[in-house]
Every structure is written in C-alpha cells, then in structure tokens.
C-alpha cells in the first residue's frame, strides 16, 4: 500500500494539520538555502506536537555526517533523506552512526545509478515542483519514493500507474509559499482514494 509524505511542514498548525490526516511521514527540511529551512530547534519544538504514529523525515543536502546522526539519534528525526552528493561511502558511514532509515533523493534526468545502502527517491528536480515522464520508470524493480511535481489532482494517477513505495510531496500542497490545510487534505484523500 502506497504511502504518504507531506515535507516541508515548519508551523504549528503544519502539524496540527498533519495529525489529523496522519500520512506516514511528514518533513523538516534542514538544507540552509532552502526556503522551506527550520532550525533543529524548531524541529525538535514541533516533533513534540506530532502524533506518535507519524515519521518525521529530515532532509539534508551535503550536511555534516556527524549533525545527521546526532538529530537521528536524539529522535528529532525518525527518518533521514539526503538531497545532496551523497554516495556509498557517506551513505555507509552514516549507517554506522544511526539505525534510522535512509533515504536517497536522485533526479531522474541524471542516470540513475541506486545505492544498494538507501531507499531511493525519484524526483524530476530538487524541489522545484517539476514532473517527469512517470512511463520510463514503470518496471523499476525497487520501492522507491515517487516525489516531483505531485499534486491533489494528479496523485492518484501516479499511485495507480506506478503502485510506488511512498509519494512525496511538498510544493504542490502550498499556496503563497505555505503549506495549505486544504491542499493536505485534498492530497491525502485523493492518494488514499487510489489506493483503496
């Protein structure tokens, strides 16, 4: 069964919105240049409100080896998901430090070349809202989660085309920049629509 990441949550009622739809995973986004950046502090202050059955992921592009496993093992996060130039040796050493799960963010106009140490991430692009050709990874062997350019009224098209691990999504569920109550719900309803 497919299922649910809204990422990129940094307000309190970002999370009271989550705990009512409870999707699987929600985001912190930790990457500074990010627009979507919180603080750990921050993270820490809203992983309180967050309803227990509820991962929180944090995303991290090129960070410090040693700043991810401490917020993992301080239970900031329950889930870590790097954006950045990661490869198997950082992925590897990282294991090491945490037992957490690992996600791994590609672009799909790279050539995908999976880590065997990390859940992998399709995206179109880094964030930017962009779809690609849902087609060409059709009979992509592993789970996978399936983000980039995701939206309410297109979720349950890709959950039935692509039977994905998760969904990911952050930009489609905002408006103005901000996370959007009613867009959550909309997504969440439509991709459990699908799945159903």
Not at 24 to 53: D, H, N, Q, T, W
Request: charged share 25%.
């Amino acid at each position: 069964m497919t299922k649910i990441k809204l990422c990129g949550l940094s307000r309190v009622e970002d999370i009271n919105a989550a705990n009512e739809l409870c999707p699987e995973f929600i985001g912190f986004v930790f990457a500074e240049k990010s627009r979507r950046y919180i603080s750990p502090e921050k993270a820490a202050e809203l992983k309180k409100f967050l309803r227990k059955e509820i991962s929180a992921v944090g995303v991290f592009v090129d960070a410090e080896i040693g700043k991810v496993a401490t917020l993992a093992n301080q239970n900031i996060i329950d889930a870590i998901q790097l954006h950045g130039n990661e490869d198997d040796d950082y992925i590897k050493n990282l294991r090491t430090l945490t037992d957490k799960l690992i996600i791994k963010a590609y672009r799909f106009n790279c050539a995908l070349r999976i880590t065997p140490y990390a859940l992998p991430l399709i995206d179109a692009g880094a964030g930017d809202g962009k779809i690609f050709d849902w087609s060409l990874i059709k009979n992509f062997s592993r789970p996978y989660f399936l983000a980039g350019g995701l939206t309410p009224e297109n979720v349950s098209a890709a959950i039935k085309f692509l039977q994905p691990f998760a969904v990911d999504v952050s930009s489609g569920i905002e408006t103005n920049g901000r996370k959007d109550a009613a867009k959550m719900r909309k997504f969440v309803t439509a991709a459990r629509g699908a799945i159903l």
